[in-house]
């Protein structure tokens, strides 16, 4: 059964990087896997998805441009580099798995997750 975990959240000042990483259990080269947020109160958001043999990578239009899904089969790891960082994408980031092929980035889309880390960033 797949697992996740996530690292690398944190805080840092709108204009700046993060990195976060997501470490599955299992290969996950024929999996879609994907990268969501949640900011308090609100409903969880679908930011990035990969589909990584065949290279299918989806951005949600919030992140697009500053944003880059990308992974590393070798270590079973999922990245998220996050550039030009603004205090609107602080939240709770979560990352998720599917063994079925996904085209779309809803919540319900992915049957296994992570148990998220806090980005913060500050104006």
């Known amino acids: 059964q797949l697992q996740?975990?996530?690292s690398g959240g944190g805080s840092v000042q709108a204009g700046g990087s993060l990195r976060l990483s997501c470490a599955a259990s299992r290969y996950i080269g024929t999996d879609s896997m994907a990268w969501f947020r949640q900011?308090?109160?609100?409903e969880r958001e679908g930011i990035a998805s990969i589909y990584p043999n065949a290279k299918i990578i989806q951005y949600a239009d919030t992140v697009k441009g500053r944003f880059i899904i990308?992974?590393?089969?070798?270590?079973?790891t999922?990245?998220?580099?996050?550039?030009?960082l603004k205090p609107e994408?602080?939240?709770?980031?979560f990352c998720a798995g599917s063994r079925v092929f996904q085209?779309?980035?809803r919540p319900l889309s992915y049957t296994t997750w992570g148990q998220g880390t806090q980005v913060t960033v500050s104006a």
């Open 78 to 84: 999922v990245y998220l580099q996050m550039n030009s």
């Open 4 to 6: 996740l975990l996530e």
């Open 103 to 105: 085209r779309d980035l």
């Open 39 to 42: 900011a308090p109160g609100k």
């Open 70 to 76: 990308s992974t590393d089969n070798a270590k079973n």
């Open 89 to 93: 994408d602080t939240g709770v980031y």
